[in-house]
């Protein structure tokens, strides 16, 4: 069967999303930021030492939810980020707590999640799942090491995450998991190509899981940030720096010019407002259940990204919208 067949339609399914998308974006700029209640809410969030974690587990507790930050490294405390989201907690008087999680240990997820259940009163209302790495370089010099670094972090981690807190959410009949994903979870980039096969396997891992948790109650939601500053990448020039010092000699000749293409992109600036990725979470989470969206992406331009939603989510209504999963699929709001 020829492409030539296929391509008005998907021009036009293009040109749709890329309207849809201009249209959000111009009622979004319309609409004055609005202040939601989330008292009585418990999350616990993974990776608040910096970046989207840190911010998101501020910006939740100052709307009245019950937070527990955690994060890796933590010292009994002594961890400076530790301590510092701790004072500021006491100066707000907010209901923010920190707790050690490596996503990594099993042992520390189970004990991690025990606390927070405990501090929670029961089962936890939301994972906000946001700890991670980036890795840039070819792909050929992507040694094992290094794959199994970003892997387990990035998709493991977050699978750790989600088998700990679920069996109390489904007892309870509800609860939300947010996975922050990327815009680089439905577009590719070279010399990042592993840090997009985990974020594509975010992706795909948990849009299955929110059809096979629709019988139960429970939502999930997929956070796709476009660029903004982090410390994301500054912290991953140590994993990428220490992928290429192990790298063959010959390999490092032949992508010479891969390897400064992608330490440019670990030096790129942006002037984006990193607080709009805790600022999508708190509407999405004071949403009535059973209107929560499956994914929100999140960047002042999301063009590309709603244009390969609306093709997915198109081939899955194809594929899950009859049938024995048409319930589970009718379920979670695309």
Not at 37 to 49: E, K, N
Not at 56 to 82: C, E, F, K, Q
Not at 140 to 153: H, K, P, V, W
């Amino acid at each position: 069967m020829s492409s030539r067949r296929f391509e008005p339609s998907r021009r036009a399914m293009l040109a749709g999303a890329s309207a849809l998308a201009a249209a959000a974006a111009t009622r979004a700029g319309a609409q004055p930021e609005t202040k939601q209640d989330l008292a009585g809410r418990s999350v616990l969030i993974t990776g608040t030492s910096s970046g989207f974690g840190r911010l998101t587990a501020l910006h939740l507790a100052r709307l009245g939810a019950t937070v527990i930050a955690s994060m890796r490294n933590y010292d009994g405390g002594r961890r400076p980020a530790a301590r510092e989201l701790a004072q500021i907690a006491e100066d707000e008087k907010l209901d923010l707590h920190v707790v050690e999680i490596d996503v990594l240990d099993e042992d520390l997820i189970a004990s991690g999640v025990a606390e927070a259940e405990e501090l929670a009163g029961g089962a936890l209302d939301v994972l906000v799942n946001n700890a991670g790495v980036g890795l840039s370089g070819p792909a050929e010099l992507a040694d094992m090491e290094a794959t199994r670094l970003i892997f387990e972090t990035n998709l493991f981690g977050y699978l750790r995450m989600a088998r700990a807190v679920l069996p109390k959410m489904r007892e309870q009949g509800e609860g939300q998991v947010f996975n922050v994903s990327s815009q680089l979870g439905r577009i590719l980039i070279p010399n990042l190509s592993m840090y997009c096969a985990t974020k594509f396997g975010v992706e795909a891992m948990f849009e299955t899981m929110a059809y096979e948790l629709a019988p139960f109650g429970v939502e999930v939601t997929i956070i796709q940030p476009g660029g903004y500053p982090t410390k994301i990448w500054d912290n991953g020039r140590q994993y990428s720096d220490a992928m290429l010092a192990r790298a063959e000699e010959d390999r490092l000749e032949a992508y010479d010019a891969h390897i400064q293409m992608a330490r440019g992109i670990l030096n790129g600036e942006y002037s984006t407002d990193p607080n709009d990725v805790p600022r999508a979470i708190a509407e999405i989470m004071a949403m009535p259940p059973g209107t929560r969206p499956l994914r929100r992406p999140v960047h002042p331009n999301t063009a590309a990204t709603d244009a390969a939603n609306g093709a997915m989510a198109q081939i899955q209504a194809s594929v899950l919208g009859g049938g024995a999963y048409k319930s589970w699929h009718d379920a979670v709001k695309d």
